[in-house]
């Protein structure tokens, strides 16, 4: 099937903790719908009740009680008091009282005694009795904070399912506690699908946490736009495959300790739903100063002994990474593991190995990994136990952040040089968590990112943008969606300018809300699964396959024949061959007797929706400046967005196709 022009405007225009006890049985309060959806519950205390609340089991200190010591609606709050530690905090649980495969959100008043300095998290067990957590948002301030709806969800794969306040040990007052189901939402069909825009090109996919596949929309964006690749987010860390129980039980029988046990029940979830819809999958991540237990690095597994010596660190470190290969290989035969992240974030901007300590039970930038080896001088065996135990065709990658920084940038270079000697790596990995900022001020600069990938790609290793996303301010709306756009838009030219180099390009996450930068925005679809303008930046001017939708008057009954469906075109018809009324103003498509950015927009907005946008016949006249007679296209708007760039003259118009594109290349 011939292939289509996208055009959209140039995006400048573009408008520790124990497991829970259980919860007593609760009751929903008296439904109601809102604009966001039907609230199932709903708690401002004033009756005195609390029983939905409990504090986080073990060894949880708090006591919750009702307060009429501050409240925000009414004369009462929840109180959690006596608190002796910064997990302990009230908690709801979800799985006993809400559905699975379902969206939720929790939105509520949080105030501490005297800052409030809390962290709103989610915590399930998985199949393997492990308990996971994840921090969701951070609230900070005087008095009180507010608790934006939070997007919640759980599989039926999880059980005790709960949300949870945690920080700090002061007293903590919540108010005005809703739980709201979200209403039934549709991704937009009828733009291009990101996959298939690059699909000749490179990959395109994003990363996942096994609560996504409980969101509809979610899911349904993954498998339009994304399906060319699969990160899990935190899954396939060494934290999560690492098994603490089962290494020490086979250290006390066997008394050797340098065979790591490992599972892969976090990631099951993640890495069935890969296998049922055939979706590559990169692994991320082997070896790591992050997110990898201290004890890992210890005799006998114990926190408390002494780190091993770098000897036995490195066959500790082989057996790991051949279970950890074939343990995946032997649960899912059927999943190209396409690409593996070896080593991750082994150097510092300033291009000198990480300091060596602990990770601790917060985490640190410190690395243990240099505390046994004394400097980075592990991450050669690593890429070699890699490249022996690896499935075929999974590549070999080291990914790092700030990645285009000159120190750290040319410690990679001459890493990676002398492990290619070896013909032990394959690629580099960009991780590419970039900053919009404002715009003119975004760091890194386009030109010092696409100096990076000149640098990488002279390599001749392959290249993969492992984890892109791009902040704006915090909580700054819409404002500078634009200067995303534009920023967004300079980025993926880059990468589309070396694509001989690269072979995936990866999102880190979907929607801004379920983003780890929600508060900055840094994606290319909103919370209420949109895309922004962001988006429309990097399809514009790309080769798309023809949009088909499904006609909404046709519908599909049991043995009856299948949808009929229509293909959306990108025209807008007249016949120029014999107007029924004369060009006014070549190029004028709003019919404001001048040629500006604006007219792009006219004609764009009409491609993609005639019956909401479309141009007055004057205006349809104007605006056929390609190819004069064939109607208005794609290609219109880019005649006038080359005027605004100087590279045509609006006393060119009208132009020929081929001269556009000449014109467009010098």
Known sequence: ??????????????????ILSAVPTVWAA????????????????????????????GNDTTVLSVSDEASVSGSKSLLASGRSTSWNGPAFQLDDKLEPYTEYYISAKVKGKYYTDATFSFQYTNADGETKYQNLTNLNGNDWQTLEPVKVSFTDEMTGVYVYFEGGTDDMFIDDFVVTEAPAMEIE??????ADVFENDFKVGTALTPNDLSSKPTMALVEKHFSGSITAGNEMKPDAVLNKEACKAYFEETGDDTVPQISFSAAKPLLDY????????????????SQTPDWFFKEGYDDNSEWVSSEKMLVRMENYIKAYFEELVKLYPDIDFYACDVVNEAWMENGSPREAGEQGSSG???????????????????????????????????????????????????????????????????????????????????????????????????????????????????????????????????????????????LWGITDDGSWRAAQQPLLFDAEYKAKPAFYSIVEGREVPPVTTENPNETTTTGSEPDKSTTTTSTVTTDNTNPIV??????????DDKITIADATAIIQALGNQDEYALSEQGAVNADVVDSGDGVTGADANAIQAIEAGFIKASDLPITKEALDSAMKK
């Open 582 to 591: 004369s060009v006014s103003l070549m190029g004028d498509a709003n019919c």
């Open 30 to 57: 008296d439904s109601d719908e809102t604009a966001t959806g039907k609230v199932i519950y709903s708690f401002d205390f004033e009756d005195g009740d609390i029983s939905a609340f409990t504090n986080r089991g």
């Open 364 to 506: 640190s930038a410190k690395s243990a990994w240099v505390q046994v080896f004394g400097d980075n001088s592990f991450i050669e065996p690593a890429f070699e136990f890699a490249r022996k135990y690896a499935p075929d065709g999974c590549k070999l990658y080291y990914n790092d952040y700030n990645e285009y920084m000159d120190g750290k940038l040319n410690a990679i270079v001459e890493m990676a040089t002398a492990l290619k000697e070896k013909g032990i790596i394959d690629g580099i990995g960009m991780q590419s968590h970039l900053d919009v900022r404002t715009g003119s001020d975004a760091f890194p600069s386009v030109s010092a990112y696409n100096k990076a990938l000149d640098k990488y790609s002279a390599l001749g290793l392959d290249i993969q943008v492992t984890e892109l996303d791009a902040t704006v301010p915090k909580d700054s709306g819409e404002q500078y969606f634009d200067a995303q756009a534009e920023y967004y838009k300079g980025i993926v030219d880059a990468i589309y300018a070396h694509k001989d180099s690269i072979s995936a390009l990866v």
């Open 189 to 194: 069909q009828d733009i291009p699908s990101l």
């Open 274 to 289: 890969c296998q049922r819809n055939n979706i590559p999958v990169r692994i991320h991540t082997l070896v790591w100063h």
């Open 1 to 18: 099937m011939k292939k289509k022009t996208f055009n959209r405007l140039a995006s400048g225009t573009l408008a520790a903790a124990m």
